[in-house]
């Protein structure tokens, strides 16, 4: 009696691994086989570049809501228009959920996209955390979305429409390296505004810098960026500048000595800001007390903590917590029993501190890149309805250096050397916006403080400008 043996089939792991090699290896591979055009058919090229890719569901031009919480029908019927590029059909449905909602950042940019539609049009990126961090990702969105609808409403830049591509990165360095990637193979793109957080952005900047597309910041202050590349720039200034102004205040104005300083080990920006603002802090003869304060330590216990401060007899506390670990800062303020003064980084300068910190960070003093100025803060208000945060105007000078620059070059290459020329400079949103040979912008911090708005709430007014 013959045997047949049965045929085996490779465990699991085969496939995973497979699987996982292709997801690495094909957006590298793209632009390899495609510089060899000549010698793989069309079709061949042209199947291998659209293979799906997890990445390419974090990116949208309209044809899909990356922002999820309160949607409309009107926006949904919007994308699936635009999808489909019926592109006057979307506009008509974006334009309707954005009576709806008029302070919806994405709504706008995919009116102005669908507007645009299949005409010539100019294309740049912005990469927000819409996952982590939603609010934040709004904010930056605002001034992006608000720019674009500026110029468009101005017929363009030479006549020519701009879209605008969002991408959610999450503040995940992982994930931004591969929006970067996907960004760079993408030859239209002629700039990216981001990242948010310095480690999403310091990630994603070689990838930037070796293909040569311009990325502009709004928002991550790290010292690690300063001089990164020259295709990297950012519309903060230089930490030093902000860092410095708050550590002459403490001395000179409340005449502060001992100070406890609570930072993120894990956020850049605000390792930076710790190593500033010790070293200014000192050299005006103050003295930082001997308090572990990390936020980013699994123990952190706020209770603790502020117990150990007031043991250590410090005059004041300076926070500078990772923008997705606010809370923890604002658990320690809770804990603030003898009414300590308060102080912080502009991770802090956003409408989360103010709404659950409450009574507790009344007289909380942040150095910050920027307040609220006519005529900036007026149009602002009227296309939001409602104040914006600093996040929103520093996105909108990042948005407004890419527009003045491409005003002269429509090029990756063209841009890059636009922005880094000496006489550069573009109206932002209070004054001019030029950058350093490091790309840093010029400019110096400006104190705020919270205070009541006489209503039951508190809200950030302006005390010292440099």
């Known amino acids: 009696m013959a045997t047949h043996s049965k045929r085996?089939?490779?465990?699991?792991?085969?496939?995973?691994?497979?699987?996982?090699?292709?997801?690495?290896?094909?957006?590298r591979l793209v632009p390899?086989?495609?510089?060899?055009?000549?010698?793989?058919?069309?079709?061949?090229?042209?199947?291998?570049?659209?293979?799906?890719?997890?990445?390419?569901?974090r990116m949208s031009f309209g044809e899909r809501l990356l922002l999820t919480s309160g949607n409309t029908s009107d926006q949904q019927k919007g994308v699936e228009a635009f999808a489909r590029k019926d592109y006057a059909t979307a506009a008509k449905h974006f334009q309707i959920a954005l009576e709806q909602r008029p302070n919806d950042p994405e709504t706008l940019i995919y009116l102005n996209n669908a507007k645009v539609g299949d005409r010539p049009t100019l294309q740049i990126a912005v990469s927000v955390p819409i996952g982590s961090n939603p609010n934040v990702a709004q904010e930056i969105l605002r001034g992006v979305a608000q720019a674009q609808d500026e110029i468009n409403s101005q017929g363009g830049i030479k006549g020519v429409g701009l879209q605008v591509q969002i991408a959610n990165d999450d503040n995940d360095a992982q994930i931004a390296e591969q929006i970067a990637e996907a960004f760079t193979n993408n030859r239209r793109i002629l700039a990216v505004i981001g990242h948010n957080a310095t480690d999403a952005s310091l990630a994603a900047a070689p990838i930037y810098e070796k293909e040569g597309l311009v990325m502009v910041s709004?928002?991550?202050?790290?010292?690690?960026?300063?001089?990164?590349?020259d295709y990297i720039f950012r519309t903060v200034p230089n930490?030093?500048?902000?860092?410095?102004?708050?550590?002459?205040?403490?001395?000179?104005?409340?005449?502060?000595?001992?100070?406890?300083?609570?930072?993120?080990s894990?956020?850049?920006?605000?390792?930076?800001?710790?190593e500033e603002f010790v070293p200014a802090l000192s050299g005006l003869g103050g003295k930082i007390v001997s308090v572990a304060c990390d936020f980013a330590s699994p123990t952190f216990n706020p209770q603790m903590v502020m117990r150990d401060i007031i043991r250590s007899r410090a005059q004041g506390i300076v926070f500078a917590p990772h923008i997705d670990r606010i809370n923890r800062a604002i658990a320690l303020m809770q804990n603030n029993s003898t009414r300590l003064p308060l102080f912080g980084s502009p991770t802090l300068y956003t409408m989360q501190t103010l709404q659950e910190g409450g009574s507790h960070v009344s007289g909380l003093i942040l150095s910050v890149p920027w307040?609220?100025?006519?005529?900036?803060?007026?149009?602002?208000?009227?296309?939001?309805?409602g104040r914006v945060n600093w996040r929103t105007a520093m996105s909108y000078d990042a948005a407004q250096a890419v527009i003045a620059g491409l005003q002269e070059n429509t090029t990756r290459d063209g841009l890059q050397k636009v922005l880094q020329k000496a006489g550069f400079t573009a109206t932002g949103a209070n004054g001019q916006v030029q950058f350093l040979p490091t790309g840093d912008r010029v400019g110096n911090g400006i104190l705020v403080q919270v205070v009541s708005d006489g209503r039951g709430g508190d809200r950030f007014t302006l005390l010292k400008r440099p």
């Open 32 to 57: 390899w086989l495609q510089s060899w055009e000549g010698t793989f058919p069309r079709s061949f090229l042209e199947a291998i570049a659209s293979r799906p890719s997890r990445v390419m569901s």
């Open 266 to 274: 894990q956020a850049p920006d605000n390792v930076s800001f710790y």
């Open 218 to 229: 709004p928002t991550s202050f790290a010292n690690s960026l300063s001089g990164f590349g």
């Open 371 to 385: 307040f609220p100025s006519e005529p900036f803060a007026t149009k602002a208000q009227q296309r939001w309805a």
């Open 8 to 27: 085996r089939t490779p465990p699991p792991i085969v496939f995973i691994v497979l699987g996982f090699i292709l997801f690495i290896a094909v957006p």
């Open 239 to 264: 930490i030093g500048a902000i860092a410095t102004p708050l550590a002459e205040h403490m001395v000179k104005q409340k005449g502060l000595q001992t100070i406890a300083i609570c930072y993120d």
